[in-house]
T-cell receptor, first 112, second 111 residues
Framework: NAGVTQTPKFQVLKTGQSMTLQCAQD?????MSWYRQDPGMGLRLIHY???????DQGEVPNGYNVSRSTTEDFPLRLLSAAPSQTSVYFC???????????FGSGTQLSVL | AQSVTQPDIHITVSEGASLELRCNYS??????LFWYVQSPGQGLQLLLK??????LVQGIKGFEAEFKRSQSSFNLRKPSVQWSDAAEYFC?????????FGKGTRLHILP
């Protein structure tokens, strides 16, 4: 059972480049979310989804886009990367809102 | 403003000593409350969760937490810490489809 799979694990971008962080879960979870983790800041919610076709903004959505075309996948897009987006990104899922979150292993992103 | 506050950035305790990590929240209604732990190489793991019922909640690894409505607090406790408990601990609240995390408390264990 793979759980929550994030790719890539590491990525280096130049300012202005775009990229997509992939997240997939095989647990048929309805709820998926993206967080970024920065030292001293905890985990901050970027975007979340309560089901296929439904997404909403979290605490720090600026500079990021998401879509949820299937239950399994919840990609996070950076349209024009900025150094302030250097962070560790975690995807998480749960079978319903306000239930236990299952986390991916994270993506370490550096924007130069 | 709505928030989750963990007042202690770092806490150091001796192995075998008791532990209490503090968490306060400021939301209108009683939210869902969680404690997660992040250990190197083990990712983020749920320790326990509270929504209603008994205000003392038992979790994994010998942890417990007590919800106090009057203080808007959900403090995590363990009677005797082990070396393996050294990690970062996050309090989180679930409200309006969102799970919001505090900034975390780093726990250091002295041998």
């Amino acid at each position: 059972n793979a759980g929550v799979t994030q790719t890539p694990k590491f990525q280096v971008l130049k300012t202005g480049q775009s990229m997509t962080l992939q997240c997939a879960q095989d647990m048929n979870h309805e709820y998926m979310s993206w967080y970024r983790q920065d030292p001293g800041m905890g985990l901050r919610l970027i975007h979340y989804s309560v089901g296929a076709g439904i997404t909403d903004q979290g605490e720090v959505p600026n500079g990021y886009n998401v879509s949820r075309s299937t239950t399994e996948d919840f990609p996070l897009r950076l349209l024009s990367a900025a150094p302030s987006q250097t962070s560790v990104y975690f995807c998480a899922s749960s079978y319903a809102r306000n239930e236990k979150l299952f986390f991916g292993s994270g993506t370490q992103l550096s924007v130069l | 403003a709505q928030s989750v506050t963990q007042p202690d950035i770092h806490i150091t305790v001796s192995e075998g000593a008791s532990l209490e990590l503090r968490c306060n929240y400021s939301y209108g209604a009683t939210p869902y409350l969680f404690w997660y732990v992040q250990s190197p190489g083990q990712g983020l793991q749920l320790l326990l969760k509270y929504f209603s019922g008994d205000t003392l909640v038992q979790g994994i690894k010998g942890f417990e937490a007590e919800f106090k409505r009057s203080q808007s607090s959900f403090n995590l406790r363990k009677p005797s810490v082990q070396w393996s408990d050294a990690a970062e601990y996050f309090c989180a609240v679930g409200v309006s489809n969102k799970i919001i995390f505090g900034k975390g408390t780093r726990l250091h264990i002295l041998p």
